[in-house]
């Protein structure tokens, strides 16, 4: 291998649509495609938006506002496209998330949510959120115990700039994840009474290139896939 390779080596427009095409195959009609364009270009994104795409997941705040700035205007099917901010949420970014994204997956406590709804302008839509679950209960994992759901989703519900959507999970990536879908969808159903306005919650994010199937038989109705899309992540 030659030395002077660059840095970044993204796959070809006809490659991308390729494995979006074969991605779609997999994917029910009532399940939503996240497309996870984190690390990739705005380009990837706009040709991805030409064939329809409308739903894209980012997790790195400065990033993603370069990108939602340089697509502004860009639609899919003639409708805006939607952003989904995916990664940790630190304290001192809620205000670019809420002004910026239309759903925020991984908020796993009640200050963050009370953040977004107080600093979610007035202007926009509600912004939709998905509470994240540490469900494989790992020590460097970010997500809120099963047992802290009831409480939250009952006091998130209420904040009336947020539209309590449902949840999000990223499994144990070394154990099989068969086991923690099956125990979020349980969740999902079980802790649906607590909230204010149960109609709202109507998401489960879970799934992921490696899973897919797997996530959706256990009840996913919106997946979240980078790499199978995107092809392999280079972080140099
Ligand atoms: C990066 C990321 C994904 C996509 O993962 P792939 O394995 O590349 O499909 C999904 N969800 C979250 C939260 C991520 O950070």
């Known amino acids: 291998m030659p030395n002077n390779e660059p840095v970044l080596n993204f796959i070809s427009n006809k490659q991308l649509i390729q494995n979006y095409e074969q991605i779609k195959q997999k994917i029910p009609s009532h399940v939503t495609l996240l497309a996870v364009s984190k690390t990739k ?40 496209l939607i952003w989904h901010y995916i990664g940790h949420i630190q304290r001192n970014k809620t205000r670019d998330l809420a002004e910026n994204f239309d759903w925020v997956h991984g908020v796993d406590r009640l200050i963050i949510a009370q953040r977004l709804n107080e600093q979610r302008p007035k202007n926009l839509a509600k912004l939709n959120i998905c509470i994240q679950v540490n469900i494989d209960n790992e020590d460097n994992k970010s997500g809120c115990q099963p047992e ?22 990223i499994p144990n990536p070394t154990q099989d994840s068969k086991h923690a879908f099956e125990k979020t969808k349980q969740l999902f159903d079980k802790v649906k009474q607590c909230h204010a306005n149960p109609t709202d919650w109507d998401t489960l994010s879970m799934g992921m290139s490696g899973d897919i199937e797997q996530a959706i038989d256990a009840g996913s109705n919106m997946v979240r896939v980078g790499t199978a899309i995107f092809g392999a992540r280079n972080y140099a």
Request: hydrophobic residues 45%; charged residues 20%.
């Open 148 to 169: 802290e759901l009831p409480t939250l989703v009952a006091k998130i519900s209420q904040f009336g700039n947020l539209c309590l959507r449902g949840l999000m999970i």
């Open 41 to 80: 270009p705005s380009e990837m994104i706009q040709a991805l938006a030409k064939h329809g795409q409308r739903d894209f997941g980012e997790n790195y705040v400065q990033e993603a506002l370069a990108k939602i700035h340089a697509l502004q205007g860009i639609t899919a099917k003639g409708k805006a």
